[in-house]
């Protein structure tokens, strides 16, 4: 069964500085995907940044990015240039195949101005 | 983006009545969709996957009769919560996954319904 691990409840980081969330996860598959949600306090969930297992390269959007260590089993996300709209819960979550998606505890996210 | 809905945003409702939430994607057939349960400060927690025609299949430990999922089209999903009581109180969320997206499978969120059973 997958299972996802996000072992930092809360992170803080001054406004315009980066910050990494961690995450950890598990899977007996080949074929999976890894994701970083955000949700804000108006509780929808927007993706962030998405990689694909097979790809070597790590994903970036802009001012985040990830470092996707596959035989450690490591997805973190790096957010460069911090803004004060980055302030929300960061899920992140593994999709085995067309399966469902499993999500970590959260890691609330404050930006200090 | 693709873009799913959801209906009510908010609602209140007395012990012992039953409440139906309304899942819809709004530009995109959605062969598949997902109902989640979020309490205060904690991760999302998969209730059951609904799929378009077919009963819905429960994640371990979620009430069949308690959550009734109908997915009668290939863009609306409804979920009743039945004979509803406070420890019901929660937010739901919905996802649906469009096939368009090919072997990636994105799936999208709705903005959520916030349950409160008095």
């Known amino acids: 069964a997958q299972t996802v691990t996000q072992s930092q409840p809360e992170m803080s980081v001054q406004e315009a500085e980066t910050v990494t969330l961690s995450c950890t996860y598990d899977t007996s598959e080949s074929d999976y995907y890894l994701f970083w949600y955000k949700q804000p306090p108006s509780r929808q969930m927007i993706l962030v940044i998405r990689?694909?297992?097979?790809?070597?390269q790590n994903a970036t959007e802009n001012r985040f990015s990830v470092n996707f260590q596959k035989a450690a089993k490591s997805f973190s996300l790096k957010i460069s240039d911090s803004q004060l709209g980055d302030a929300a819960m960061y899920f992140c979550a593994s999709k085995e195949g067309a399966q469902k998606l499993v999500f970590g505890q959260g890691t609330r996210l404050t930006i200090n101005p | 983006g693709a873009v799913v809905s959801q209906h009510p945003s908010r609602v209140i409702c007395k012990s012992g009545t039953s409440v139906k939430i309304e899942c819809r994607s709004l530009?995109?057939?959605?062969?598949?969709m997902f109902w989640y349960r979020q309490f205060p400060k904690q991760s999302l927690m998969l209730m059951a996957t609904s799929n378009e025609g077919s009963k819905a299949t429960y994640e371990q430990g979620v009430e069949k009769d308690k959550f009734l999922i109908n997915h009668a089209s290939l863009t609306l999903s409804t979920l009743t919560v039945t004979s509803a009581h406070p420890e019901d109180s929660s937010f739901y969320i919905c996802?649906?996954?469009?096939?368009?997206?090919?072997?990636?499978?994105?799936?999208?969120f709705g903005p959520g319904t916030r349950l409160t059973v008095l």
């Open positions: 996802s649906a996954r469009d096939p368009g997206q090919g072997r990636y499978n994105e799936q999208f």
């Open positions: 530009d995109f057939q959605a062969t598949t």
């Open positions: 990689q694909e297992a097979y790809k070597q």
